[in-house]
């Protein structure tokens, strides 16, 4: 049974990765034959190069001054990821912070809805990007103009998740549990939430990758470091394979989240899957 696993396992990894490494490989040869200049578009391996460079310490190791750990972690590319994903890990806190309960209110409670419906729906389609002369007008530069800006890309799909959740769950339910004498509180907790779970978890997945796209666009504009400035620093001095390796280094960072997210999903929802199984 091992064995008929690991050459599953093969066969998947054949499978998932035939067509990255085929373009990989095509790119590296039309690079090398002239077609275009390298500062135009680097070749793969010498992208690879500078992703090592930009990836590597500064300094020689000093086991005197610093740890092996933290001298690792001392190149640009650790620095400026950590930057990133401490900018996107805030920034959705505070979004989905405020998201979730004002979505439980407005799915749950229909004059609330009302009221807060009509101003939703007017902001919802302003893209973050719009409010980045608002944001530096208010907060100055640094962080806090990236934090709200990364907030407001996860607040609404968050928020819209959340009310489509809420107000989606089958009445049969809602009935059952009112006949059994459930009260509001009980009925809320212990219905209406677990059973819009799944919209929301998804709300969450879709605002943390909109919060990446944020944190980028943010970074270009008001902050020194992360991986968006490093890519707007690149641009600068025409380091075009600069620019593509922190552009795969988002990308690696991004699928490690979804990633980590579905699997979370997956096991929050155990019950939800079971009873999709029946």
Partial sequence: MTGQRITALLKQLVSSTIVPVTLIIAWELFSRCGFVTPQVLPAPSQILMRWFAYASPQEPFNSATMSYAAWLFSGELP?????????????????????????LLMGNFTRIYCHFNPLIQVLRPI??????????????????????????GAFFPV?????????????????AAQNLGAQPLTLFIRVILPA??????TGVR????????????????????????????????????????GMFTIGLLGLAIDTGMSRLNTYLLRWHRGLEGN
């Avoid at 089958?170 to 009935?175: E, N, W």
């Avoid at 270009?220 to 707007?232: D, P």
């Fill in 79 to 103: 620095h400026d990821a950590v930057a990133t994903i401490f900018r996107v890990v805030v920034g959705f806190a505070i979004g989905a912070g405020l998201a979730l309960p004002l979505g």
């Fill in 159 to 175: 928020l819209m998740n959340t009310i489509a959740g809420v107000r989606s769950v089958d009445s049969v339910y809602i009935r």
């Fill in 196 to 201: 819009a779970t799944p919209h929301i978890l």
């Fill in 206 to 245: 879709v605002g943390i990758g909109v919060s990446f796209i944020c944190v980028i666009v943010a970074e270009m504009i008001a902050v020194n470091n992360g991986l968006g400035f490093r890519i707007l620093e690149a641009r600068e001095f025409f380091w075009s394979d600069k620019i593509i390796a």
């Fill in 127 to 152: 893209p973050p990007i719009a409010y980045i002369p608002l944001a530096i007008l208010w907060f100055g530069l640094g962080n806090p103009p990236a934090f709200f800006l990364i907030s407001l």
